[in-house]
């Protein structure tokens, strides 16, 4: 390269290392008010685990009922370690997530039935109301005498305590769809399948989104509930075996795995909702 094409390139080259800083600048930047961000969303919950870990070594609450949360992590651990938390985990996910796909599966359909079809809804009407009304948990003697102690009886209890969101969420939806998209779609000629996948649907997703949370949070409530009452494995049992046993540490830590579960499950559920309503804008 001669001098002159070397002095000609010098000043690209200071251009492209001062590009390259200022790409690095902003990334750092951007890295910095994500961590910082959630740094602030999380700072009552951080206070509120330093506090569990501060109070009971520090006497102000008893070592006994409130044992520090590294001893409730310590004993996690040793569930982990001897294999028992993976089968309580895989017994109690298998009840949770298969009753609670048989009840999307089963009355989300129904839900779109009813609130689009008047006849098919003034005939269920009735009978949604009775059974809407009924508590689940006071339906568990009641599921356990006629379906037995196993697992049917607990994956019952979560399609029924996770029907009613579902259904009744999804049967607004369709009926708060703007009557206007309705009309429109008809005068531009669109059949009633047309109709259902181009316009009831994608208005009614979001309403039924927030049925398919709510569900998902009452699946696991109602599982732990029944799991408690009649169960070898789950995290009911585990809890309840804990209280009884006094293995404080392993109680807390089952409370602790409930809470991650509904955490986990509901961001599954706000990704998949993200996914299916793109259309909707970004709040």
């Known amino acids: 390269m001669s001098n002159l094409e ?89 009840r949770a997530f298969g009753g609670f796909a048989v009840a999307v599966i089963t009355f989300v359909p129904l839900g779109l039935a009813v609130g689009w079809y008047r006849g098919f809804a003034h005939a269920l009407q009735q009978i949604i109301e009775v059974l809407r009304n009924t508590a689940p948990l006071a339906l568990l003697p009641v599921f356990i005498l006629l379906l037995g102690i196993g697992e049917v009886s607990k994956v019952a209890m979560v399609v029924y305590s996770c029907a009613w969101p579902l259904l009744l969420n999804t049967i607004a939806a369709v009926k708060q769809v703007d009557p206007l998209l309705i009309k429109s779609a008809r005068t531009m000629g669109a059949t009633p399948p047309q109709l259902f996948a181009k316009v009831i649907l994608p208005a009614a997703l979001p309403t039924i989104f927030v049925g398919v949370r709510l569900a998902s949070a009452a699946a696991m409530l109602v599982l732990i509930a029944s799991e408690m009452v009649g169960a070898k494995a789950g995290l009911g049992y585990l809890i309840i075996y804990g209280q009884y046993n006094f293995l404080i540490p392993q109680m807390y830590f089952g409370v602790l795995s409930i809470t991650a579960i509904g955490l986990l499950a509901n961001y599954a559920v706000e990704a998949i909702e993200r996914r299916f309503t793109r259309w909707r804008p970004a709040s």
């Open 6 to 94: 070397l002095l000609e390139s010098q000043p690209q080259v200071r251009t492209f290392r001062l590009e390259k800083a200022e790409t690095r600048h902003k990334r750092w930047v951007a890295s910095w008010r994500w961590v910082s961000g959630a740094l602030g969303r999380s700072a009552l919950l951080l206070a509120l685990l330093v506090l569990w870990e501060g109070a009971p070594r520090l006497g102000l609450v008893d070592v006994a009922f409130l044992p520090p949360l590294s001893d409730v992590l310590a004993a996690g651990w040793e569930l982990a370690v001897s294999g028992q938390l993976y089968d309580h985990l895989e017994a109690s996910l298998l």
